[in-house]
């Protein structure tokens, strides 16, 4: 898990979700908003219509967390310092941690 510095607060997610920008992974749909603090913050929402089992649910958001957790270690803070929202996509259940973590490295250091 993540440390809770690097959790958006509650209060920022709708903000971020009606006026934040969207781009688009193989496996997640990232909502984006420029931040003012001094690293990235993110959140994980996984959709009742992506399983309706919440041990299912809760597991691909510790997966997503243990995924950025590892590469923020590994890599180091962004340098674009954005609030990121991953809404996972349907197709996600099929895929393993290793995949999850290649997709958001792709996106995040990619760009």
């Known amino acids: ?3 809770k510095k690097y959790r958006i ?3 920022r997610i709708a903000l971020i979700k009606a006026k934040g920008g969207e781009s688009l992974t193989q496996l997640f749909i990232v909502r984006h908003m420029d931040s003012k603090e001094e690293y990235s ?5 996984v959709s009742l219509k992506i399983s309706k ?5 809760n597991q691909l958001k510790r997966q997503t967390f243990e995924a950025i ?5 590994e890599k180091g803070e ?3 310092i ?3 929202i991953f809404i996972p996509k349907k ?8 995949e999850i973590k290649d997709d958001i490295n792709q996106f995040l250091w990619k760009n």
């Open 69 to 73: 957790r590892t590469l923020i270690k």
């Open 9 to 11: 607060p509650s209060n």
């Open 91 to 98: 197709q996600i259940l099929n895929k393993n941690f290793q």
């Open 78 to 80: 962004l340098k674009n």
């Open 41 to 45: 913050r993110y959140c994980v929402i």
């Open 1 to 3: 898990m993540i440390a």
């Open 53 to 57: 089992k919440a041990v299912e649910r």
């Open 82 to 84: 954005k609030d990121l």
